[in-house]
């Protein structure tokens, strides 16, 4: 058989934590003031261990020291040493503080995700925006190659009767033609009443 390791102190320099943890379980003071000395160190590990957040770490070992002091009497030497069952209730209470803040952050990305969901209007009037520029873009590739020209310069770049002849280098008649015929079969196209 095999002689146990320590790291550290050895067994015999340390306070008896079974009898301490006896006394605290009958609400001794300084039996629990021995026993915190003894154990902290060994439970801001654990905490900083699993959340490496120091903050929280000195959070979740307070939580276990009182823990500790509120349940004592809930220890059951048979079952374990008493540093081990302290150690215990770190790791769990640092994986809980662990899940509950990943919970938190899911919840908050939820609502902010619901925040910039866009109202039902808005969407809808984006459809329709959309469907309308498809129609018109269906429309369009219905006109001649000469009166798709001149609406899209005249209705899409903005120009003028007169400088949309400059740029076909057609006459301005021609021009005016071209443009309300194409509009004449746009109108028609899209089902607008005339």
Not at 43 to 56: E, K
Not at 86 to 105: E, G, K, P
Not at 131 to 141: N, P, T
Request: hydrophobic share 40%.
């Amino acid at each position: 058989m095999r002689e146990a390791v320590h790291i550290g102190r050895s067994p015999s320099a340390g306070p008896d934590l079974e009898e301490l943890m006896r006394l605290v379980a009958r609400g001794d003071q300084e039996a629990f003031s021995a026993l915190y000395d003894a154990v902290v160190g060994p439970v801001l590990g654990v905490a900083r261990g699993v959340l490496r957040d120091p903050a929280q770490s000195e959070e979740v070992a307070q939580e276990v020291l009182t823990e500790v002091w509120r349940t004592a009497a809930r220890y059951r030497p048979d079952r374990g040493l008493v540093m081990n069952w302290v150690l215990t209730l770190a790791h769990r209470r640092a994986i809980d503080r662990v899940r509950s803040v990943q919970a938190s952050a899911v919840r908050e990305e939820k609502a902010a995700r619901l925040e910039h969901v866009p109202a039902y209007d808005e969407v809808e009037e984006e459809v329709a925006t959309r469907l309308e520029r498809e129609q018109v873009r269906r429309c369009l590739r219905t006109l001649t190659e000469l009166q798709r020209e001149s609406v899209t310069l005249a209705y899409y770049r903005g120009l003028t009767y007169r400088e949309v002849a400059d740029v076909l280098a057609t006459p301005l008649g021609t021009v005016k033609t071209r443009l309300r015929d194409g509009l004449i079969r746009m109108r028609d196209c899209l089902g607008v009443g005339g």
